[in-house]
């Protein structure tokens, strides 16, 4: 089964402790993202790859980092998460040549206190 | 830059009822649109998508058609169920000024319907 999946679905914790969300695709897929999607605001690109070792920052960058080693791997890395970074986040892939997001993950709910 | 503006909900509909949910855009370039539905709970689903102009996308009775003139991608259904209740949201896609694709999103609307 076609699959994006993050882990994890659900997390809390305090400014300044680094967390990493991760984030595969079993459909070897070249392009990856991640949005945050907060009330009133629909969803915000964070970064995405168009291939490995590929990264660019889209939107709203300050405060993530991303890696794509493996094309199936796309981490979203928060090195010291504050509380405006309070959100739901999704990660979604494509094919190449279709670059809109075509599959996403169920999204991960970060509380950062 | 480009931007994407679609109507504040709730929309709340009767099952059978008529859907319009409006969207329009300003884009720079010639942008794809698509329109997404998210159940509770649920990450985003592609719903349908317009590569050009005049092209309409469809899917599960669900229609857009792409409006070059009035920049315009608004849904419609003909007779919604109460299964369709979720959030919609309009987008686009262009490449952007660093060479690299961008997808916008709108807020996104709720829709809730009853029976």
């Known amino acids: 089964e076609a699959q994006v999946t993050q882990n994890p679905r659900y997390l809390i914790t305090v400014t300044g402790k680094k967390l990493t969300v991760t984030c595969s695709q079993n459909m070897n897929h070249e392009y990856m993202s991640w949005y945050r999607q907060d009330p009133g605001l629909g969803l915000r690109q964070i970064y995405y790859?168009?291939?490995?070792?590929?990264?660019d920052k889209g939107d709203v960058p300050e405060g993530y980092k991303v890696s794509r080693k493996e094309k199936r791997n796309f981490p979203l890395i928060l090195e010291s998460p504050s509380p405006n970074q309070t959100s739901l986040y999704f990660c979604?892939?494509?094919?190449?040549?279709?670059?809109?997001?075509?599959?996403f993950g169920d999204g991960t709910r970060l509380s950062i206190l | 830059g480009d931007s994407v503006t679609q109507m504040e909900g709730p929309v709340t509909l009767s099952e059978e009822a008529f859907l319009t949910i409006n969207c329009t855009y300003t884009a720079t370039g010639y942008p794809s649109l698509f329109w997404y539905v998210q159940y509770p709970g649920e990450g985003l689903q592609l719903l349908l998508k317009a590569t050009k102009a005049d092209d309409k996308g469809s899917n599960k009775g669900f229609e857009a058609t792409y409006r070059k003139e009035t920049t315009s991608f608004h849904l419609e259904k003909g007779s919604v169920q109460v299964s369709d209740s979720a959030v919609y949201f309009c987008?686009?896609?262009?490449?952007?000024?660093?060479?690299?694709?961008?997808?916008?999103f709108g807020a996104g609307t709720r829709l809730f319907v009853k029976a």
């Open positions: 987008a686009l896609s262009d490449l952007g000024t660093d060479g690299g694709f961008k997808t916008i």
């Open positions: 979604a892939s494509s094919f190449d040549r279709e670059y809109q997001p075509q599959h």
């Open positions: 790859s168009m291939n490995v070792e590929v990264t």
